[in-house]
Every structure is written in C-alpha cells, then in structure tokens.
C-alpha cells in the first residue's frame, strides 16, 4: 500500500520553530519527488516546498529562508524544518509525492500521486 505519514504539529509561539516529518512506505522513495502542501482554515491549499530525489529544493516566496525541507533516502523520510513561525504559517501541513513531472516544482496539488492525512501546525500566543 502506497502511504504517506506526517507527524510534528503542534502549537508553538510566534518566533518559534517545529519540524515535521513525512515517512513514506509502499514504494521506491528515492525515486519520488516529495512536496509539502499546507491548507489553512477558509483558504487554498498552497505549495511550500518541494525536493527531488536528488535532494534539490526549493521553496514558496513566503517561506523562503524560514524552512528548510530535506529528506533521508535510507529512512524513506522527509522533513520540514520551520524557523521563525508566524501566525500565518497556521495551517493542516501534507507531503505529497510525484513519480514523473513537474507537479512538485510548480506545487500543482492536482498532479501530486500520492498524499498523507496531514498534521495541524498552528502559530499563536
């Protein structure tokens, strides 16, 4: 069974900082592109970050240079290292992953293959 599990959400303050984690079973992982998505209440899910089987990655403009995704083939796991969290970082957190194309770099949520249920980070004082 193809899956996808995301754990590490959490409340934490403004300021703070929270990883997640993303382990994936039921297929070849190293050969997946692996995205993080995030839905927050009453608005879009939007793309946060995305990184290939390679390790390249990149990042939405709103999150650069907070987070950090990066992922460890031998535990077929990716993480998603959060820094200076912000109210507006609120929000349900999923991985997805890709096999081929490009759904990952452009965070089109409708080509991703497989997703996870998700895991709550809320930002707040």
């Known amino acids: 069974q193809l899956q996808l599990v995301e754990s590490g959400g959490d409340l934490v303050q403004p300021g703070g900082s929270l990883s997640l984690s993303c382990a994936a079973s039921?297929?070849?992982?190293?050969?997946?592109?692996i995205a993080w998505f995030r839905q927050a209440p009453g608005k879009e899910r939007e793309g946060v970050s995305c990184?290939?089987?390679?390790?390249?990655?990149h990042y939405a403009d709103a999150v650069t240079g907070r987070f950090t995704v990066s992922r460890d083939n031998a535990k077929n796991t990716v993480y998603l290292q959060m820094n200076n969290l912000e109210p507006e970082d609120t929000a349900v957190y999923y991985c997805?992953?890709?096999?081929?194309?490009?759904?990952?770099?452009?965070?089109?949520?409708?080509?991703?293959?497989?997703w996870g249920k998700g895991t709550l980070v809320t930002v707040s004082s």
């Open positions: 997805a992953a890709e096999r081929y194309g490009s759904s990952c770099f452009f965070f089109y949520s409708s080509g991703m293959d497989i």
């Open positions: 039921g297929f070849t992982f190293d050969n997946y592109n």
């Open positions: 990184i290939n089987g390679g390790g390249s990655a």
